[in-house]
């Protein structure tokens, strides 16, 4: 029932612009946070950048930092990645993330099916 949607992706030269969306449904309260990861070639996947859905409060990585952000339209249940001044080495798979600790204290994730982003040299 739980599902997260990525969509937004594709190809851009060097200093583009992507918005990346992240739809989640069968939440019944906003009481989790939804992040971004991405994983290169050959390489781990690896946090972006997060954002609390009832609060509002972000957080980025440094490789991101003043050039990506994240974003939340709590009617929509969407989360948005706007990525800006875009660099070859942003090339990776990104995929977001729902966590949330349930009524029975475990820590539960749901992940979306990933979305690609190319950024050509």
């Known amino acids: 029932q739980v599902q997260l949607v990525e969509s937004g992706g594709g190809t851009v030269q060097p200093g583009g612009s992507l918005r990346l969306s992240c739809a989640a449904s069968?939440?019944?309260?906003?009481?989790?946070?939804i992040t971004w990861h991405r994983q290169g070639p050959g390489k781990e996947r690896e946090l972006v950048a997060g954002i609390a859905m009832a609060s509002g409060v972000t957080t980025y990585q440094p490789p991101v930092k003043g050039r990506f952000t994240i974003s939340r339209d709590n009617a929509k249940n969407t989360v948005y990645l706007q990525m800006n001044s875009l660099k070859p080495e942003d090339t990776a798979v990104y995929y977001c993330?729902?966590?949330?600790?349930?009524?029975?204290?475990?820590?539960?994730?749901?992940w979306g099916q990933g979305t690609q982003v190319t950024v050509s040299s």
């Open positions: 069968g939440f019944t309260n906003s009481s989790y946070a």
């Open positions: 993330k729902a966590g949330l600790i349930g009524g029975d204290r475990r820590w539960y994730e749901y």
